[in-house]
């Protein structure tokens, strides 16, 4: 018997003289393709995120505006079912009374107001705890921990006095506020009063 040489098998895929391990890879065709649906997924993807999203925010917009409308609904029906005067009976065989005039409802008195939150103090004035920003007592320069003595020349021994003396002011007019900062000294300040709605 005759020695024979063992030659190896080809690999599945590579036919005998094709290309070898050392060159190129071929190329596969329905690669690009894949790499096109998935960017068309994400576009679709990104484009059906953004609908929803506006969606999203014109539902939620429009569920606020009919809330609130159906709020001043309810203000309005509370206004028209509001007690009303009572009128004069008629007497019979006298005089009709005359219907009742469509006057305008009235405004509330308009009041002042300072702009700050006070509370007794210790000893004698009114502490401020706040003060709203913006407002007149900011603009005038008070911080919270002020003590308040005076408004004009109306002692103030507590927040009450406080309230009382800034109410019987006309929004707009200046008043000068005398002062004790947390510091220990003491200021006088010009605040123009605002109004209180």
């Known amino acids: 018997m005759e020695p024979t040489a063992l030659r190896p098998k080809p690999m599945p895929g590579q036919e005998p003289g094709g290309p070898r391990s050392?060159?190129?890879?071929?190329?596969?065709?329905?690669a690009a393709r894949r790499r096109g649906r998935r960017l068309t997924t994400l576009l679709f993807g990104l484009l059906l995120g953004t609908v929803l999203l506006l969606a999203g925010v014109g539902l939620g917009t429009v569920g606020a505006t009919v809330?609130?409308?159906?709020?001043?609904a309810d203000l309005q029906r509370q206004a028209s079912h509001a007690p009303q005067a009572p009128h004069a009976a008629h007497a019979p065989g006298g005089p009709a009374p005359a219907p009742p005039s469509a006057s305008p409802s009235p405004t509330p008195p308009v009041r002042a107001g300072l702009g700050v939150e006070a509370m007794d103090a210790e000893k004698a004035g009114a502490l401020v705890v706040g003060v709203h920003v913006p407002g007149p007592g900011y603009a005038a320069g008070l911080v919270r921990g002020d003590i308040l003595l005076a408004v004009d020349h109306t002692r103030i021994d507590s927040a009450a006095d406080l309230a009382r003396a800034v109410s019987r002011a006309r929004p707009g007019s200046e008043v000068t506020l005398t002062v004790r900062h947390r510091s220990g000294g003491y200021q006088q300040l010009t605040a123009v009063l605002g109004v209180v709605v």
């Open 67 to 72: 809330i609130g409308m159906s709020k001043l």
């Open 22 to 30: 050392g060159g190129p890879a071929p190329r596969r065709p329905h």
